[in-house]
């Protein structure tokens, strides 16, 4: 309810609210990990990006936080991992290096803005407000498909 009285308003929500609405309301699922999953599944379809998501225990990954994630790289034949910035003050990347996985960090800064609902502009918001006000042109607001 509370994202329907939000954007209700929004330039492209009638069109996209059944795809979330059906995920919120008919999940038979029981681990966030799964419904989230389900999420990404939606938002890739409606932004157009057609990177495989995996779960992780289908690749039998070794114990150790910075190791697993050396190892998840390493077994999808990554080269090279980005990161979100909080990860600096925790992240192994010397192990990654190690392998000749280059890491980068993501930089969040420099979006370009796009039609919200309330002015002023508000970088801190989810993927679907941007889906809901911009609709088909969303993916044109990702730094992805800007390379």
């Given at each position: 309810n509370s994202i329907s009285m939000s954007y209700a308003r929004a330039a492209y929500f009638k069109q996209y609210r059944s795809n979330f609405e059906e995920l919120y309301l008919n999940s038979a699922e029981t681990h966030l990990s799964r419904i989230n999953y389900d999420f990404f599944v939606v938002i890739n379809e409606i932004l157009g990006i057609n990177t495989k998501l995996m779960w992780s225990n289908e690749l039998n990954l070794?114990?150790?936080?910075?190791?697993?994630?050396?190892?998840l790289c390493k077994?999808?034949?990554?080269e090279e991992y980005i990161s979100g910035p909080a990860a600096k003050d925790y992240l192994q990347t010397?192990?990654?290096?190690?392998?000749?996985?280059?890491?980068?960090?993501?930089?969040?800064?420099?979006?370009?803005?796009?039609?919200?609902?309330?002015?002023p502009f508000e970088h801190g918001v989810s993927v679907l407000d941007?889906?809901?006000?911009?609709?088909?042109?969303a993916s044109r607001f990702l730094k992805s498909f800007n390379k």
């Amino acid at each position: 309810n509370s994202i329907s009285m939000s954007y209700a308003r929004a330039a492209y929500f009638k069109q996209y609210r059944s795809n979330f609405e059906e995920l919120y309301l008919n999940s038979a699922e029981t681990h966030l990990s799964r419904i989230n999953y389900d999420f990404f599944v939606v938002i890739n379809e409606i932004l157009g990006i057609n990177t495989k998501l995996m779960w992780s225990n289908e690749l039998n990954l070794v114990e150790g936080k910075s190791e697993r994630l050396v190892d998840l790289c390493k077994k999808v034949g990554a080269e090279e991992y980005i990161s979100g910035p909080a990860a600096k003050d925790y992240l192994q990347t010397d192990l990654l290096e190690k392998e000749k996985i280059k890491v980068s960090w993501m930089d969040y800064s420099g979006y370009p803005e796009y039609r919200q609902l309330y002015p002023p502009f508000e970088h801190g918001v989810s993927v679907l407000d941007l889906i809901f006000n911009e609709g088909p042109d969303a993916s044109r607001f990702l730094k992805s498909f800007n390379k």
